[in-house]
């Protein structure tokens, strides 16, 4: 009769935690809502791999400026992919592409890869950072590449601290102060110094004009 006892507490506990994580899967993938933070996206399409797929956004909160994009491609075929566009989709936020260090398309040669992100790596910036999402949440990226066409995957909204500090942006620099009136007053004397010695080249260029005739003269003699 025991022994029935304890078969049944632990068939009612195995339903209990089945409940519990049906419930969690319940709650979407907002990963705010899970409390948990979630891998790094990836997936694989054809030849082309994604990996480590983040929005890493300003690293101080409610800062305006860009956010960008950061990621790892990969691509085991005979051709080189090019990738023509990255866009969020239900959003209207506009990513600019470049290759590394600024220059030429974003290409993934045969049998390489492309960092996306960090310093003279390509890039995918998004103008607009504030369309990027909310830290903590997950985007839809989609990537369309010249061969393979278009791959959707979520990435991580994260800001750029920590781990991310060196793949995102930085924070825009502050606008240039307007010159105060000291400022203006201490520049004075200098533009009145400079007045005085084109004055002073002046006179002293009169003096030597002045002679030339008349050693011109004394050569004459």
């Keep these: 009769m025991s022994r029935s006892l304890r078969h049944g507490a632990l068939a009612a506990t195995a339903l209990v935690f089945s409940i519990a994580g049906l419930s969690a899967c319940g ?7 899970l409390q948990v933070r979630p ?4 997936t694989a399409v054809d030849s082309i791999k994604i990996q480590n797929l983040n929005i ?4 101080e909160p409610d800062a305006e400026g860009p956010a960008v994009i950061a ?5 085991d075929g005979a051709k080189q992919e090019v990738v023509e566009k ?10 600019k592409l470049q290759g590394a260090k600024g220059k030429g398309p974003l290409v993934v040669p045969a049998g390489g890869r492309v960092i996306i992100g960090g310093k003279d790596n390509a890039s995918a910036v998004i103008e607009n950072g504030s369309q990027a999402g ?4 997950v985007q839809t990226v989609a990537f369309t590449f010249s061969e393979t066409g278009e791959i959707a995957l979520g990435a991580a909204i994260v800001p750029a ?3 991310f500090k060196d793949f ?5 620099p502050s606008a240039k102060p307007m010159p105060t009136p000291s400022d203006s007053a201490s520049e004075t004397p200098g533009e009145q110094s400079e007045a005085p010695g084109e004055q002073s080249g002046s006179p002293s260029a009169t003096p030597t004009d002045s002679a030339t005739p008349t050693d011109d003269a004394a050569a004459g003699h």
Excluded: C, E, K, M
């Design 39 to 42: 891998d790094n996206a990836a």
């Design 161 to 163: 601290t920590g781990f």
């Design 27 to 33: 709650a979407g993938n907002d990963a705010q809502t």
């Design 56 to 59: 890493i956004t300003q690293p």
């Design 86 to 95: 990255v866009t969020l989709p239900g959003t209207d936020a506009i990513v």
């Design 168 to 172: 995102g942006p930085s924070s825009l």
């Design 71 to 75: 990621a790892t491609l990969f691509n």
């Design 134 to 137: 909310r830290n903590g949440n």
